[in-house]
């Protein structure tokens, strides 16, 4: 695809990082929606080669993304109304368009102001009419989240991120998946290596609970613990003087 000046420029803003904290969009996909961005004019007609996106990612992750993962984030951008598919040529090249955040958070209609005549007697809101309002405010400003929130949640979607890449799926609305949350995403990776190593979906049957087992007990570091290492501790363990009536 050629380059063009709209490539250089990324109209991104906090307000769309709340919106991928508020409908759950991993960084995975958010990687994505920001390289469509830079395709072309925002709410116009493009056509990108999602294999372009998977080489410009490996560059700086290393490897590009599975091509069944790749389809789960684009998937994730459609039902999320950020995308408009408009025809399909493969599972990798589609003509669609990038909606504008206008239009993913439409602005509320103003509230119709009634005129009322000042001879007239009218009633005025009762305190519950009061405090439903203010807690309708309350509830609408907690949509917004603090920047330390929505750090953490980036994290956990990383972490889920890099266990789906290897086949392994975590419900983030199960209880059992806050225990994943409580490791580093660089023992996450090192656990999911090993858990290649171990022989993977053919031999591990419950690979969520192995994981976290794995975690835990850093299993990975097994394979370190040699007879030479072992040697090498147990004469550092053991005292080089006695006693004399030892």
Known sequence: MPENSSKNSLPWSEAHDAYCYQHHIPPAAKTLWQWLMRQ???ASEIEPDLSEFNAWVAKSRGKPYAHNYLKKIFEILVSCRVLQVIKQYSWK???????????????KKPREKKLYNHNSSYDLPSSNDISAEQGLNSSSNTLTPTTAEFEE???QHEILTACAEYEIYFDPNKRTTRHLF?????DVRLALKHFIKRGGHKVISGPQGWLIDCLRKCYWEDEKFTLSTFMQLLTSWFPNKLARDY
Do not use: H
Request: a negative charge; zero cysteines; charged letters at 25%.
């Open 40 to 42: 072309g004019e925002i």
């Open 93 to 107: 090249i589609t003509k669609l368009l990038v909606r504008p955040l206008s239009w993913l958070n439409p602005p």
């Open 153 to 155: 949640l980036e994290r």
């Open 182 to 186: 409580e490791f580093d995403i660089s």
